[in-house]
């Protein structure tokens, strides 16, 4: 399958980080990929056209209240036409990979109810970037992580997200000043 985020409005810099996680998974059982905060769905867009074509049983399950961020520019929803309708914009977004991917549309903690202890193999936070929404996004999300397996966010650089990866995580690898990953023992 061909990628198409980039026809997805949005951001997204971490496409080494998601090909690396795709590239490490095991090929013999099924595992479970998870992004929190999706937006609009270019960087899960990304990922699940990588699982795909790998060939892998990776399913991906996109976090997404649809609420936006708190505490980020109002601008940027004031501005967005299709901010209202998010939700309905990420699933028709990510209609063509619907085959490996599950939308939870509830916020982050909440999603984290649902999954399993000890079932994924890789959990992107990329939610709430205050401290201490983070700092509770590593204390949910973490048991849900294998051994061996990855916690892994974005936006590395934000004082908020740095103080609470790191009050929390040992031996964090930087992903260029952008975004951090950490392998569970």
Known sequence: MNHFYQNIPGWFGFQSLYEWAVKAAPLQWPTTFVEIGAWKGRSAAFMGVEIINSGKPISLIVVEHGLGEVGAPTDLYDKDPEFPQLLQVLHRNLEPI???????????????????????????????????????DIEAWLPK?????????????????????????????????????????
């Open 98 to 136: 619907q085959s490996v991917t599950r939308i939870i549309s509830l916020h982050s903690l909440a999603a984290a109810q649902l999954v399993p202890d000890d079932s994924c193999q890789f959990v992107f936070i990329d939610g709430d970037h205050r401290y201490e929404a983070v700092q509770a």
């Open 145 to 185: 992580v294998v051994s061996s397996g990855v916690l892994a966010g974005d936006d590395y650089w934000e004082k908020g997200v740095h103080r609470a990866v790191h009050e929390r995580l040992a031996k964090v690898h930087e992903g260029d000043g952008r975004w951090w990953s950490w392998q569970k023992p």
